[in-house]
C-alpha cells in the first residue's frame, strides 16, 4: 500500500509540465510554418495564459514577446522548457535548464537512441541529469504534450486545436509513437472527440509511458485515459498503476500493437511454451480491466462510449430501426458480444403495437419501417415508450438508414435526447453525401449521444464497458506480503546448486512447494533398492518410484517411473528396471537418487506453472492438465501479485473448467483450495523471482471438495546469469 | 450429377427477367415521382434498348410512349412485365399475363403473405400459376430487379444507375430485403463498387433466393455473386448450387444475418443439442465455399478484394507504410489472419538500404517514413524493389496517414500501378477533408487497386480470397449413389416398429448402422441370464452387458452398462445386478432385453452423429469423444451428403484433431477408417431422413491406423409425425 502510494506521488513531478505557470522555449524560431516556429505559434493561439519565454540568440523578439539569447539570461523563474534545438545542443542546454531550477523539459529534437549507440549514451547522460537535478524530461524524440484544457500546447505537430467537445467526460492520450499519436488525435476529431490531454512519450530517456498514466490516474481533470502502446518496459509497474486507475473508477482504453513481435522463445517447460507474447498481455489488461482495443476503429468506438455520460445500469439493450436490417444486424453483434436483446414488458409492447402501423414490429428490435417518413413523431412515441420499460438498460437506435430517414430520426433524438434518462447510443451509417451525413452526426454527438458507425465496433464498446464497469466493482490490491520464513528456507535449497545447474531433481522442487506450503506426497530419496524399499515401508504403500536426474526432464520418455507398487517385491522390481531402462535409454545422465513417493490418491489433473516475462516478470499459469493442456493449449494466465479475484478468474476462464465444477454429477473438486494454491504460487513467485526462471506443477491433483490439492510432480528451472 | 445440371439448367427461366428484348409496366404512372412511375423513368433513362410498353386504362402515352388499357391490348410479344398495381389486381393482371404469353413476371407491390393468411393464399395462387403457365413470378412485395449492364430497370427503388465501374470484375447482388439490398447498393456505390445485376427476390411466392442465385451461377456475365440473406428454405438445394458456384470459380459473398432465430429445440442427443441454428450456417457456408461476412463492412471489403482483377498467388505480404503505427497496425492484422509478412530477400533489403534514409526500416513492414514528403520518388523505387522479391506475393500499402502523405502515396500509385504485375492492396483512411478523402481513394480505386478503410476488414478480406481460391482447388461434387440393398435392409427395421416409438433400441440401432457396413461389435440379444452367458460363449469373453429399453436413453446413470465381463459367472452376475438395479432406478421402463456385446479393445473415443436440420436437411456431425464433446462442445458440422473433402476437413477442424493424429509418440489413429464411416453415415442421412430424426454414434471408437474403427453404442431418435 505504501508502496502504490508512492508510485501514485511521483506524478507531482508532472505538474510542470501540464500545468505550468511559464515556458521557455529553447530554439524558438519566428518562421511558424518551421517545427521550432509553432510551439510559440500554439501558445499564443491557444489561449495559454503563462508566461511565454522564447529562447534564441538570432533573435530580439518574436511576436512581440521578448527573445532571450539562453535560458539564464531570463530573468523570471521558468517552470517548463520545450527544446527545440539540434541534437548537438541539446545537452548543454539541459544542463544550463537544471542550473535554472527549470522543474520539466520537453525534448521534440530527434537524433538520440533511434539512430545509434551514440545517440544511447546522450540518453543515459539525460536520465542522470533527471536524476540528480530532480528536473524532470520528456522525449527526446517525440512530438510533446498538450493540455486543451489551459492551452499548454509543447508540441510542434499541426495538430487542430479542439475546442469542441461533444462528449461530457474528459479523455486523454499517451502515445508512444508520435506520428501515429497525432494520427489517431485527428482521426478521433473527426468524431468529435476531443482530447483533454495529448502526451507523445518519445524515447522515455527519463519520463516513461507509465509515468504519464500515473499522472493521469490522480489528475482529477482527465476522466479516462487512452494509450498507444508498441511495447512496455516495466510490465509490473505499469500494470500496477493501471490497476490503481481502475480502483479510482477511471477507464483506461489501450492499442497494443506489435502482437508478433519477439517470437516465443524455447522453453522447456509448458508455461514457458504456452505464454505467448500477446497472451500475456492480454491476461495482464484483463487482469487490471484495461480495455484492449484491437484496431484502431475499436479504440475509438470504446473512447466515444466510455466519454458519454450515460452508462447503461445492465446489459438489457432494446433496438430501435427503421428497417428490418439494421434490426437484425444490431441484434446479431449483441448477441455476439453478449448483450440482451430483450423481451420488452407485455405493456410496452402492448402500447407500441396501438402507434405502429400494423406491419411494423413491436418486438425488440423495434421496427418502425420507412413509415417515419409520413409520420415523423412514430420515433418519437416509440422511443418514450422503450424507454420506459423497466426491462430496458439502453437504448441503440440503427443508423442504418438513407440520409432521408436518417434525418427524421437524428431531428427526433436531439429533440429527446435531455428529455429522457436511459442511455442511448447511434449506431450505424446513413448512405447520403458524405460531409452532409458527417454533419447530421455531429448534430447526435453534440447533445451527447455516443454515435458508432459499424455495428461491431460499436457493439463492442457497449460490451467492454458493461465489463470494465463490473471489474470496478470486484477488483482489489494484492494482499502486500514481506517475505517470511518460507522465503528463506526455499533460498537455502538454491543456493547450494552448482552455478551452472538448470533444473532442480523433483526433490528439490518438491522442497521448494513445502516451503511455500504446498502438500506434495510424503517421500524419500533412496540411493539402493533396500533404501528404497525402507522408505516405502516407512511412508506406507503404494508407492511411485521417479528417477531423480537433472538431465532428465521427462521421466516417462525414459522409463524413470513406475506407479502403484503396492508391496516391497513390487519396488524392488521397479527399482531394478528403472536403472536398467535408465543405463540403456538415457546412458549419459547424472543420476541423484530415486524418488520414493506415496501414491496420491486419483483427483482432477490440473497444471500450475510459473514463468519470467520479459516485460511483466513473474507470470502464473494455471490450465486443466493432461490432454488439455498438450492439445488443447487450455491455459489461462496472470501477472503476478495475483488478488483472490485474479485466482478465481483464472480458474473459471479455463474452457476445461466445469470438469472441476463438476459435470454428470461429478462431486465439485476442491477449486477453493486450488484457488489457494495460485496464491501461494503467485507469493513463491514473486520473492523467488531471481532464482526461478521456469516452473511447473505438473500434474497438481485437486481433490473433491474440502480434500484439498497435491502436487503429484514439479519441475523447476533455475534462472542462470549469462 | 444430372440433377445438377437440372439444378443449373432450370435457371434459363430467369432470362427474360435479366435479358427481355421487351417490357411492360403494369400500372405505370407519368407521374415518376411515384413508385409506379419510376420504371417508365429509369427504363427510358438507364438506356434499357428494349421495347418498352406502358400499362394504363387512365393515359393513352407517357413520355412519347403509347400506353395501352390492358396487357392484352399490346399488339406485339411481351416477355417480362413489371407490376405496379394494387394488391386487389394483381392476381387478375398476372393471369391475363400468362395468356399473353409473358415469361417472367416482377410484382413489385406489397400487401400479401407479409400481412398475414389471406395475403398468403394469394401467393399460395401465384406460385399455382407460375407452375401451370411457365411464367415465373418474382415477389410479390420486393424492390424488383436491375440489370446495369443493358439498362433493364425494373425496380422502384431510387438507386443511382452506376455507369462508373472501377474495378474488372463484376458482381451481382442477390437481397431478400428491398430495404436493406437497397442500402448495400448504395453504399457499395460510394465505394465505386457497382453491382452489375440486383435482385430483391421479395416474398419468394415462386421464384426464391436460389433460383437467382442458380442464374447468376451460369450467366457469364456474372462474375462475382453477393448476397443478404435474412433465412433459407431450402438449404440443401441452395449448397448445392453454391457448390456448382465454387466448381465453377464464382465466388460467393453473403451477408447472413439473423444468428439468433429460433433458439435450439430441447434435444436428446448430443447432435441434436450441439447444433446451434449458426454453427450449421458457418458449416454448410465452408462446404460450399461461401464467403461469410459478419458484418456490412466487411462485405464491402469481400467484394473490394474479389472484383479487383489481382489475386495474390500466395499468402506471403509485404506492407508498405509511411509511419511506423501504421505498418505494425496491418502486421498483427496479417498475423491474425494467417498471412505472412515474409522476410524480404537479403537482396531486396541491401537494394532497400541503399534508397532509404538511415532511420527508415527496409525490414517488413517496410517504413519510408516522412522522408517521402521531401522524396516522393521513395515510393516508386521501394516499391519496384518490393514488388521483384520473388517471396512476395502481394503488396499492402498502408493509408494510416495524413493527408498530405496520402496523396503522394495515391499519385506514386496510380502511376505504378500499370506498371506492375502482382496485387496491390491500399488499406487505411488518411486523415483529412473527408471529401477530399473520397477523391483521392477514388483516383486509386479508378486504375484498379482495391481500397478498405479499416485494417481489420481488408486484412480479413485478403485472408477471405485466399481460403477461397484454395478450395476452388479441392472442391468436389458429393458422389451420387443410388439407395440400394442397405437402405432397403434397414427400412426393415423400421417398418415393424410402433408409431409413435421415439427411439431404437441398441440392438436396432446397431442392426441399421450394419446395413450401413458401420462396423458394430458381435453381439446377441438376451432374456435371461442364462441365455446371456451362452451368447457369450458363442461370441467369446470378454463381453458387456447392455439393458435394452426404449426408455432409457443414459444406461449408465441407471446402472444398466457393465464391462468387461471375463467368465460365465461374471456375466450372471452382472445380469442379476443390472436387473435389480433398473427395477429400482427405473421401474417404469419398457425392457427389451439384454444386449450381450463382445467387449471391444481400448481405441480412441470419438463421436459421429447426425441431426435433421430445418433449413439443410441431414446433417453430420463430429467431435472427438467423451469430455471433448460434454465440456469443449468441440464438434464439427457438415451438411450431408459428404465429400470426401468435406469428410477429411471435419476430422481435422476439431481441436482435439492431434489426439487422433497422435500426441507424444502415440501412433497415428485409423483416419482413413474413420472418413469412411463419415461418408457412409452422410449416406444413410440422406438415405433414412424419413426415418431419423437424431443419430448419435457414442463412442465410435478408432483404433490405430489400419486396425479401423467400431461404434460401441448407438442411439436413434425416429422422425415421429405430429
Not at 506450503?517 to 511412508?539: F, H, K, N, W
Not at 480458474?651 to 501461494?680: S, T, W
Request: charged share 25%.
Amino acid at each position: 500500500m505504501t508502496k502504490i502510494i508512492k508510485l501514485m506521488q511521483k506524478d507531482k513531478d508532472l505538474e510542470p509540465f501540464f500545468e505550468p505557470r511559464s515556458v521557455a522555449i529553447i530554439g524558438a524560431s519566428p518562421h511558424f510554418h518551421k517545427p521550432n516556429g509553432r510551439p510559440v505559434q500554439s501558445l499564443l493561439s491557444s489561449g495559454y495564459e503563462g508566461e511565454i519565454y522564447p529562447v534564441n540568440p538570432n533573435y530580439r523578439s518574436i511576436e512581440n514577446l521578448k527573445c532571450y539569447p539562453s535560458i539564464k539570461d531570463i530573468p523570471y523563474p521558468v517552470e517548463l522548457a520545450i527544446v527545440v534545438i539540434p541534437a548537438a545542443g541539446v545537452l548543454p542546454a539541459l544542463y544550463q535548464c537544471a542550473e535554472k531550477g527549470v522543474k520539466g523539459a520537453v525534448v521534440i529534437t530527434s537524433g538520440f537512441s533511434e539512430t545509434g549507440e551514440e545517440g544511447r549514451l546522450l540518453e543515459n547522460k539525460m536520465s542522470e541529469l533527471a536524476r540528480q537535478s530532480g528536473m524532470r524530461i520528456m522525449g527526446p524524440n517525440c512530438m510533446g504534450m498538450i493540455n486543451n484544457l489551459n492551452g499548454l500546447w509543447a508540441s510542434f505537430a499541426q495538430l487542430v486545436i479542439q475546442k469542441e467537445h461533444f462528449y461530457e467526460r474528459r479523455f486523454s492520450l499517451i502515445s508512444q509513437s508520435g506520428f501515429f499519436g497525432a494520427f489517431i488525435y485527428r482521426m478521433a476529431g473527426q468524431d468529435k472527440l476531443a482530447f483533454s490531454h495529448f502526451a507523445s512519450v518519445g524515447n522515455q530517456a527519463d519520463l516513461d509511458f507509465t509515468d504519464f498514466l500515473a499522472y493521469m490516474v490522480v489528475d482529477p481533470q482527465v476522466e479516462i485515459i487512452s494509450g498507444y502502446i508498441e511495447g512496455l518496459k516495466d510490465g509490473g509497474r505499469f500494470l500496477a498503476v493501471a490497476r490503481e486507475a481502475l480502483l479510482r473508477q477511471r477507464p483506461f482504453v489501450v492499442m497494443k500493437v506489435g502482437r508478433t513481435a519477439a517470437g516465443a522463445r524455447a522453453a522447456s517447460s509448458h508455461t514457458g511454451s504456452l505464454a505467448g507474447i500477446d497472451k500475456i498481455h492480454d491476461a495482464a489488461f484483463k487482469q487490471a480491466g484495461i480495455i484492449r482495443a484491437g484496431t484502431l476503429e475499436k479504440f475509438l468506438a470504446a473512447i466515444t462510449l466510455f466519454a458519454a455520460k450515460r452508462r447503461p445500469s445492465g446489459p438489457r439493450a432494446a433496438i430501435i430501426s427503421t428497417s428490418g436490417g439494421g434490426g437484425v444486424i444490431l441484434s446479431d453483434e449483441c448477441e455476439e458480444h453478449d448483450l440482451d436483446v430483450v423481451e420488452l414488458s407485455t405493456e410496452t409492447r402492448h402500447e407500441l403495437d396501438k402507434v405502429l402501423p400494423f406491419f411494423a414490429s413491436s418486438a425488440n428490435p423495434v421496427d418502425l419501417t420507412a413509415q417515419i417518413m409520413t409520420e415523423p413523431d412514430l420515433l418519437l412515441k416509440c422511443f418514450k415508450l422503450v424507454e420506459a420499460d423497466p426491462n430496458v438498460d439502453m437504448i441503440i437506435v440503427s443508423l442504418y438508414v438513407s440520409f432521408e430517414l436518417a434525418k427524421t430520426v437524428t431531428d427526433t433524438m436531439v429533440e429527446l435526447y435531455k428529455q429522457v434518462k436511459k442511455p442511448v447510443l447511434a449506431i450505424g451509417y446513413p448512405f447520403g453525401d458524405i460531409a452532409e451525413v458527417e454533419k447530421m452526426l455531429d448534430r447526435m454527438r453534440s447533445v451527447g449521444i455516443p454515435v458508432v458507425k459499424a455495428a461491431d465496433n460499436g457493439i463492442w464498446a457497449i460490451s467492454r464497458l458493461l465489463e470494465w464497469m463490473k471489474k470496478t466493482k470486484t477488483i482489489t490490491r494484492p494482499d502486500g506480503v514481506l517475505p517470511g520464513v518460507e522465503c528463506e528456507t526455499a533460498l537455502q535449497i538454491f543456493r547450494p546448486l552448482p552455478k551452472n545447474r538448470k533444473y532442480l531433481t523433483e526433490f528439490q522442487a518438491g522442497a521448494v512447494l513445502r516451503a511455500y506450503g504446498i502438500d506434495i506426497p510424503e517421500a524419500g530419496l533412496a540411493y539402493s533398492s533396500t533404501e528404497a524399499v525402507q522408505i516405502a515401508e516407512r511412508i506406507g504403500f503404494p508407492v511411485v518410484l521417479k528417477i531423480q536426474s537433472p538431465d532428465i526432464l521427462h521421466k516417462t520418455d525414459v522409463g524413470g517411473l513406475v506407479l502403484d507398487l503396492k508391496n516391497p517385491e513390487e519396488v524392488e522390481d521397479a527399482y531394478r528396471r528403472i536403472c536398467a531402462d535408465i543405463a540403456r535409454r538415457a546412458p549419459e545422465a547424472n543420476l541423484e537418487g530415486m524418488l520414493v513417493q506415496k501414491m496420491l490418491p486419483p483427483g482432477r489433473e490440473v497444471i500450475v506453472g510459473v514463468k519470467q516475462d520479459a516485460v511483466f516478470g513473474p507470470v502464473v499459469m494455471f490450465g486443466a492438465g493432461g490432454i488439455f493442456v498438450e492439445v488443447l493449449k487450455d491455459v489461462s494466465f496472470r501477472v503476478a501479485p495475483l488478488t483472490r479475484g485474479d485466482a478465481s478468474d483464472m480458474v473459471r476462464e479455463i474452457h476445461g473448467y466445469p470438469l472441476l465444477a463438476g459435470i454428470r454429477g461429478d462431486n465439485p473438486a476442491d477449486i477453493a483450495a486450488l484457488e489457494k494454491i495460485l496464491l501461494k504460487v503467485s507469493r513463491l513467485a514473486m520473492e523467488l523471482k531471481d532464482e526461478i526462471e521456469e516452473m511447473d506443477i505438473n500434474p497438481l491433483l485437486v481433490f473433491d471438495d474440502g480434500k484439498g490439492v497435491a502436487a503429484a510432480d514439479a519441475l523447476i528451472t533455475r534462472k542462470i546469469n549469462g
